[in-house]
């Protein structure tokens, strides 16, 4: 089935570690997102790419990174510089840029411990 | 920057009772999305409005687009312990904008 798969779906991590975020789709969609949920927050944007080699900073980049070398692929990586990580991770895609409908999976749970 | 308010942050209703969730941007938009978050799991796609003054509905969920693009709502009659979850609306500002999603609206349905 096509679909996002996120990995891993908790994770703990120490203070003034990094972590990597996994997020594939095989919906051959150009667009991939980053989003950070957080209580009575809503979504927030991290970062998105709308082509392979490209990315742009979001609402709240500050303490992440990304990459995108593959289309299918979009890890996030929360670094140590993020003052408060702990958070539920969304990643989403969809067809290509503009407008459309944001397909999302299930999420990663980060806890800083 | 742009934003989209959304109101309430909770509601509380009895099975069988009606439900009403209001956005509002603070500029015009091209189009807006609402989804539906089960407690536990992710955002969903329900529905996308483009027109002006647009209403479109899917069963028992009325989806209202305001004149002026700058406002929806999403109505749910007669709600159901099925329908528990968080509606979100996210709005576009342009064609190549990114969405900006309201802080949702927490709905809980008491049997």
């Known amino acids: 089935d096509g679909g996002i798969t996120q990995s891993p779906k908790y994770l703990f991590r120490k203070e003034g570690q990094n972590v990597t975020l996994s997020c594939e789709q095989n919906?051959?969609?150009?667009?991939m997102y980053w989003y950070r949920q957080d209580p009575g927050q809503g979504l927030r944007l991290i970062y998105y790419s709308q082509i392979v080699n490209d990315f742009q900073k979001g609402d709240i980049a500050e303490g992440y990174s990304v990459s995108r070398e593959k289309k299918e692929s979009f890890p996030l990586t929360v670094t140590s510089a993020q003052k408060n990580p702990t958070a539920f991770y969304l990643c989403?895609?969809?067809?290509?840029?503009?407008?459309?409908?944001?397909?999302f999976g299930e999420g990663s749970r980060l806890t800083v411990l | 920057g742009q934003q989209v308010m959304q109101i309430p942050q909770y509601q509380h209703v009895q099975e069988g009772e009606d439900f009403t969730t209001y956005c509002n941007s603070s500029?015009?938009?091209?189009?807006i999305q609402w989804y539906k978050q089960r407690p536990g799991g992710h955002p969903v796609f329900l529905i996308q409005l483009v027109k002006s003054g647009e209403v479109k509905k899917q069963k028992r969920l009325t989806f209202q687009f305001g004149e002026a693009k700058k406002n929806s709502s999403l109505h749910i009659t007669a709600t159901q312990t099925t329908d528990v979850g968080t509606y979100f609306c996210?709005?576009?500002?342009?064609?190549?904008?990114?969405?900006?999603f309201g802080k949702g609206t927490k709905l809980s349905v008491k049997p």
């Open positions: 989403a895609s969809r067809p290509g840029q503009g407008v459309g409908e944001l397909f």
């Open positions: 500029t015009t938009l091209s189009n």
């Open positions: 919906l051959n969609h150009d667009a």
């Open positions: 996210a709005g576009h500002g342009g064609s190549q904008g990114n969405l900006i």
